[in-house]
T-cell receptor, first 114, second 109 residues
Framework: TAGITQAPTSQILAAGRSMTLRCTQD?????MYWYRQDLGLGLRLIHY???????GKGEVPDGYSVSRANTDDFPLTLASAVPSQTSVYFC?????????????FGEGSRLTVL | GQNIDQPTEMTATEGAIVQINCTYQ??????LFWYQQHAGEAPTFLSY??LDGLEEKGRFSSFLSRSKGYSYLLLKELQMKDSASYLC??????????WGAGTKLIIKP
């Protein structure tokens, strides 16, 4: 069972370069999310999508963009990377019809911006 | 502002019981989640509380008091594999999740 898949697993990127983190889920969940996780801080929401064709800004959206062309894919793009975007990025999905709203996470993408 | 507080780190002994506390101040409340995250891995769902009281699931239990803005995760019969970070998250009135920084639990033999 694949669940939710992220790529790449890790990446080193020069400042100023662009990068797209890929996220695909096979659970037909309507909602998808991108979080970043930094040491000593809670997960912070970057962008989210409640359904295909719609996206919204989270707590820390600046410097990131997303698209949701279909149910399964939710890529995150850094247009011009900066060192403060060094982090571990997690994609997640949920079925808003479920009682608990449980999030299912991908394995994470570790990004280092130099 | 919205805030979730949990201890940074705790240590416990294999076979023992440990309680991880979480206090929260949020704009509204629509539920509280606990997730487990092993080092270098993704968070995985443990429990969900929306009403006051104790929810038991095997060796793990989660308690909620909405009036006190307080929850705890209770782990019994600790095993070495329980060494992980435990994340508390609250869903606010806008159905957005607010996350604590996590509690790193170290289990010693």
């Amino acid at each position: 069972t694949a669940g939710i898949t992220q790529a790449p697993t890790s990446q080193i990127l020069a400042a100023g370069r662009s990068m797209t983190l890929r996220c695909t889920q096979d659970m037909r969940h309507n909602a998808m999310y991108w979080y970043r996780q930094d040491l000593g801080l809670g997960l912070r929401l970057i962008h989210y999508s409640n359904t295909a064709g719609t996206t919204g800004k989270g707590e820390v959206p600046d410097g990131y963009s997303v698209s949701r062309a279909n149910t399964d894919d939710f890529p995150l793009t850094l247009a011009s990377a900066v060192p403060s975007q060094t982090s571990v990025y997690f994609c997640a999905s949920s079925d808003s019809r479920a009682n608990t709203g449980e999030l299912f996470f991908g394995e994470g993408s570790r990004l280092t911006v130099l | 502002g919205q805030n979730i507080d949990q201890p940074t780190e705790m240590t416990a002994t294999e076979g023992a019981i440990v309680q991880i506390n979480c206090t929260y101040q949020t704009s509204g409340f629509n539920g509280l989640f606990w997730y487990q995250q092993h080092a270098g891995e993704a968070p995985t769902f443990l429990s969900y509380n929306v009403l006051d009281g104790l929810e038991e699931k095997g060796r793990f239990s989660s308690f909620l008091s909405r009036s006190k803005g307080y929850s705890y995760l209770l782990l019994k019969e600790l095993q070495m594999k329980d060494s992980a970070s435990y994340l508390c998250a609250v869903e606010d009135s806008n159905y957005q999740l607010i996350w604590g920084a996590g509690t790193k639990l170290i289990i010693k033999p």
